[in-house]
């Protein structure tokens, strides 16, 4: 009796490799359930936009110790980060965690608020962007920033890319400044939706191309950095998709560093991932790695979904 049980045991063994002869990869092996994995790996498509290759990367940005106060209170806890030129950073945590606090030291948006104070280094190409003697307009041409809703001047179309431009003195005569105004428009994604009526007003788009006009306004001064404080968080998902194809195309030409609360979209649009956490910088990696085996349990933990 055991013999024939033991004969049908091997049988029927031998009967599933005939059907399925690559049994072993539904199988895993001891070796490989002894490694720590994760559950969600599955859900972040971290291959949406092709990843730039390794090579020597040039440090664009970077921060040494940087501590931000608003008032007493500690928001910033002494953050050293490095953000490489013509990649796309993505900044993720939860809500209050300094993601967007961190953001706006790096072109000196906080200044605007009377109670905010700035610690430490913040290096552009080896220049102290808090020095006294820096002039912030001129910054915030080189380090332009999109905000999370779209907010186009109050002028057509054109005035709106053509704002920054005037005020620079980029354009020699009306002729360049229609080129710069075009060009703008065109790396945007949107002078084919918007050519035959520039001179009618930017509030009058919808939110989608509203936000691409404000990254067309951003770009027409020819920065060197762009910050998108969640770029996205207020359009819906066809817009959300123009734009993240946008920022994978511009990041050929720009770096950028984004804000996001959207992990889905960290994966899909950046090369980079840094993890916040109540004012600290728990974790900065590859992309594919922080989502497929972070280093820090803190990490993983937001990304399953634990907290946050």
């Known amino acids: 009796m055991n013999t024939v049980t033991a004969t049908s045991k091997t049988n029927s063994l031998d009967q599933d490799k005939s059907v399925n002869p690559e049994q072993k990869n539904f199988t895993a092996s001891s070796d490989a359930q002894k490694q720590p994995s994760t559950s969600f790996v599955s859900q972040f498509d971290t291959q949406s936009h092709p990843k730039k290759d390794e090579k020597a990367k040039n440090v664009k940005l970077s921060t040494s110790d940087v501590h931000v106060y608003y008032g007493e209170a500690e928001a910033i806890k002494g953050i050293d ?21 961190f953001l706006r030291t790096l072109n000196r948006m906080n200044d605007t608020i009377d109670t905010c104070r700035v610690t430490g280094k913040v290096m552009l190409d080896n220049q102290d962007i808090y020095d006294p003697n820096l002039d ?43 080129e710069i ?57 066809i817009a959300t ?35 916040f956490h109540l004012g600290d910088l ?4 590859s992309t594919e790695k ?12 937001y990304i399953t979904g634990r907290f946050g």
């Open 81 to 101: 980060l490095q953000v490489y030129e013509n990649e796309v950073i993505a900044f993720i945590g939860p809500s209050g965690c300094g993601k967007s606090t």
């Open 241 to 275: 998709a123009k734009v993240e194809e946008l920022i994978s195309e511009l990041s050929n030409q720009y770096t950028i560093a984004i804000v996001t609360h959207s992990m889905q979209q960290a994966a899909r649009v950046s090369d980079r991932t840094a993890y």
């Open 136 to 178: 912030v307009v001129l910054l915030r041409a080189q380090v332009g920033m999109v905000f999370q809703k779209p907010n186009p001047f109050p002028k057509s179309i054109f005035d709106n890319v053509a704002y920054g431009p005037k005020l620079h003195g980029l354009a020699r005569d009306k002729y360049d400044m229609e």
């Open 181 to 237: 105004v075009e060009n703008s428009l065109r790396k945007a994604g949107l002078w084919d939706e918007v050519k035959d009526r520039l001179s009618q007003p930017g509030t009058g788009l919808s939110g989608g191309q509203q936000q691409r006009l404000c990254i067309a306004r951003t770009i027409a001064v020819s920065p060197e950095v762009i910050l998108m404080d969640e770029p996205c968080s207020a359009l819906d998902p």
């Open 282 to 285: 728990i974790e900065v990696n």
């Open 290 to 301: 922080v989502f497929t085996q972070p280093d820090h349990q803190l990490t993983e933990a």
